[in-house]
């Protein structure tokens, strides 16, 4: 079996590359992002506090989340039942995954269900602990960055398709609060695994950083 591990900061392009290596390799994905965006997403919609540490773990016994793959649609995930694929994508919704995710019972909450998938099959996970907490034995590990510049002008251009208002200035700032949160937070900071491979995407076509990551990949596993 190979387990890839791919970490870095917000719209890195972590999910889109893995999706694709997934096809290239036939291996499982899993959005870990996804899942902390779902509890955020539940969190917000009770009207609580998501940097409440009470409040947040009251709501995690009534939280189940599910994850499948769908030919036409790609990656889903469902949230108590409901497909929250696209609810989970908003500005809000992101932000809520950042506060939630720097509280302990919520990663432990997650890390298990991680934890459990990697030991039954091949997959490719992607988020900002997986080389260093959740998959530390994983066959190969990457961290993917690019400029904070780089990183909020794709996210830009996501939310103009979608018909967000956003304005670039409140992207690049959103974005950048939350590397500071990500980073920064007590439990399981965004940080490159020690033997991360390291790969900077500012320059890099999408081809180009999915070729690389394959080709990692395949020389990891032989």
């Not at 998501?50 to 989340?65: E, F, H, Y």
């Not at 409901?82 to 919704?93: F, G, N, Y």
């Not at 091949?122 to 959740?134: A, K």
């Not at 033997?195 to 081809?207: I, P, Q, V, Y």
């Amino acid at each position: 079996m190979i387990r890839i591990a791919i970490d870095g900061p917000s719209s890195a392009g972590k999910s889109t590359v893995a999706k694709q290596i997934a096809r290239d390799l036939s291996i499982i994905y899993v959005d870990t992002g996804a899942m902390y965006r779902a509890i955020g997403l539940y969190v917000l919609r009770q009207n609580l506090d998501t940097k409440d540490t009470a409040q947040v773990c009251g709501c995690l016994p009534n939280i189940r989340i599910a994850t499948s793959y769908d030919p036409q649609a790609g990656q889903r995930i469902f949230l108590n039942d409901e497909d929250v694929s696209e609810q989970i994508r908003s500005p809000q919704a992101s932000m809520a995954a950042s506060d939630v995710s720097a509280i302990p019972q919520v990663r432990a909450f997650l890390l298990s269900l991680q934890q459990d998938m990697a030991k039954k099959q091949s997959l490719i996970m992607d988020g900002r602990d997986i080389g260093t907490r959740v998959l530390p034995q994983a066959t190969l590990k990457v961290f993917l960055t690019a400029s904070a510049e780089e990183r909020a002008r794709r996210r830009f251009l996501e939310l103009q398709q979608k018909g967000l208002p956003d304005t670039y200035e409140e992207v690049l700032a959103e974005l950048k609060k939350r590397d500071d949160q990500d980073m920064h937070r007590a439990v399981d900071p965004l940080r490159p695994a020690a033997d991360a491979r390291m790969l900077d995407s500012t320059s890099l076509t999408f081809e180009e950083v999915v070729d690389t990551l394959v080709k990692w990949a395949k020389e990891a596993s032989a």
